[in-house]
C-alpha cells in the first residue's frame, strides 16, 4: 500500500531564498542531526535524506568552498540564494532546526542558572565579610 501523503510530500519541491549564513546554519545543523541519528543506532533514513540535503546545498552553491576554514573568505554572509529541496528535505530542516534550537536553549538555561548561582554565591560571600 502507498502512503499517499508521504508520496505527496516528497514530490513536492520547495524554492528556499536564503542569505548564505543561514545556509551554513543548515547546513552545520543537518550534520549535527545526521550525527545524532548514527548515534542513536543508525537511523539510515536520516543520514540518507541529511546526507541529500547537504548534497543539494554544495550542488546548488558550486563556489562553496568545501572547507569550513574557508567559509569566511566566501561571498558575503547576506547574500541571498535559492536552494530547492524536495517536501521531505524540507520536513527534515525544519524539524532539525526545532530539535538543535531547543537543545541550545536548555544549554543557554543551564549556562544562565550556573551563572546566576556563581552570581549568588558571590553576593553571598560579600554580604558575609
Not at 535559492?82 to 520536513?91: H, N, W, Y
Not at 527534515?92 to 537543545?103: D, Q
Request: proline share 2%; hydrophobic share 45%; glycine share 6%.
Amino acid at each position: 500500500m502507498i502512503d499517499i501523503e508521504s508520496q505527496v510530500l516528497e514530490e513536492a519541491i520547495y524554492r528556499l531564498q536564503l542569505e548564505i549564513r543561514q545556509w551554513v546554519l543548515i547546513d552545520a545543523i543537518i550534520d549535527n542531526e545526521m550525527s545524532a541519528a548514527v548515534s542513536a543506532g543508525g537511523q539510515r533514513d536520516i543520514v540518507d535524506l541529511g546526507r541529500s540535503i547537504r548534497k543539494a546545498g554544495w550542488e546548488q552553491f558550486p563556489d562553496w568552498p568545501g572547507d569550513y576554514r574557508l567559509l569566511s573568505l566566501w561571498a558575503a554572509s547576506d547574500e541571498c540564494r535559492t536552494i530547492t529541496l524536495s517536501g521531505a528535505q524540507c520536513e527534515l530542516v525544519l524539524s532539525a532546526l526545532a530539535r538543535w534550537a531547543a537543545v541550545a536553549d536548555r544549554a543557554d538555561d543551564a549556562e544562565s542558572g550556573r551563572v546566576a548561582k556563581r552570581n549568588a554565591q558571590s553576593k553571598r560571600r560579600h554580604a558575609l565579610s
